[in-house]
């Protein structure tokens, strides 16, 4: 079992930046793909961003590229999304999850991922 615990939320304005970390614990996730996805209210989940298990390949959606990056520290079983340039748009619960039978490729596939977080809320003021 892995157990998924994601931070760094928040409310904030336009334009700025945050960070959000998913720290994993029971299992080291060096083997798993690893993904972010995020449900605005009133909206099915969406895919975000994936990194496959060393970092070296990653996809985003269209809206976020080039505004959103994300990246995996396996020493420290974490993942990360850096978000910069936030949209209003961008305001949702953000999820972190990890696929298990994926590993030196990525999924967008939500029904791929084994595991997932409680989330941590984005709120993006105008």
């Known amino acids: 079992q892995v157990q998924l615990v994601e931070s760094g939320g928040g409310l904030v304005q336009a334009g700025v930046s945050l960070r959000l970390s998913c720290a994993a614990s029971?299992?080291?996730?060096?083997?798993?793909?690893m993904g972010w996805f995020r449900q605005a209210p009133g909206k099915d989940r969406e895919f975000v961003a994936t990194i496959n298990w060393n970092g070296g390949s990653t996809d985003y959606t269209d809206s976020v590229k080039g505004r959103f990056t994300i990246s995996r520290d396996n020493a420290k079983n974490t993942v990360y999304l850096q978000m910069n340039s936030l949209k209003p748009e961008d305001t949702a619960v953000y999820y972190c999850?990890?696929?298990?039978?994926?590993?030196?490729?990525?999924?967008?596939?939500?029904?791929?991922?084994?595991?997932w977080g409680q989330g941590t809320q984005v709120t993006v003021s105008s």
């Open positions: 029971g299992r080291k996730i060096s083997g798993y793909a």
């Open positions: 999850a990890a696929a298990g039978r994926y590993g030196t490729v990525w999924t967008r596939a939500p029904s791929e991922y084994d595991y």
